[in-house]
Nanobody, 123 residues
Framework: QVQPVESGGGSVQSGGSLRLSCTGS????MAWFRQSPGKGREGLAA???????MYEDSVKGRFTIYQGDAQNTITLQMNNLKSEDTGIYFC?????????????????????WGQGTQVTVSS
């Protein structure tokens, strides 16, 4: 079983932008989660078959999830980053045939997880 592989991340000042990419094949839906110090894994953005997207409220209007240029790649474009966006970002996917779209920001919906990539936003 092949896990998703993330790339991108790094350090940026508040108000800046970063782009994360994830490669994974055969997934029905994919998402990006964030784990910050002292917090659990939080769902930020999800995409079902590259057609429907959903976002956590704090990132709406700032983050965009979309199919990347390369095959089987999903990208998270992050703009107007804030210090509270700091954390480890994980790409995840699942191959379930049937699912409830409204639940796609819940970690229990996903079987495969990447290793994570660090994003640090300094104020």
């Amino acid at each position: 079983q092949v896990q998703p592989v993330e790339s991108g991340g790094g350090s940026v000042q508040s108000g800046g932008s970063l782009r994360l990419s994830c490669t994974g094949s055969g997934y029905t839906y994919m998402a990006w989660f964030r784990q910050s110090p002292g917090k659990g894994r939080e769902g930020l953005a999800a995409s079902a078959k590259y057609v429907r997207q959903m976002y956590e409220d704090s990132v709406k209007g700032r983050f965009t999830i979309y199919q990347g240029d390369a095959q089987n790649t999903i990208t998270l474009q992050m703009n107007n980053l804030k210090s509270e966006d700091t954390g480890i970002y994980f790409c995840t996917g699942d191959r379930a045939k049937y699912y409830d779209f409204g639940y796609l920001l819940r970690p229990e919906m996903y079987a495969d997880w990447g290793q994570g990539t660090q994003v640090t936003v300094s104020s």
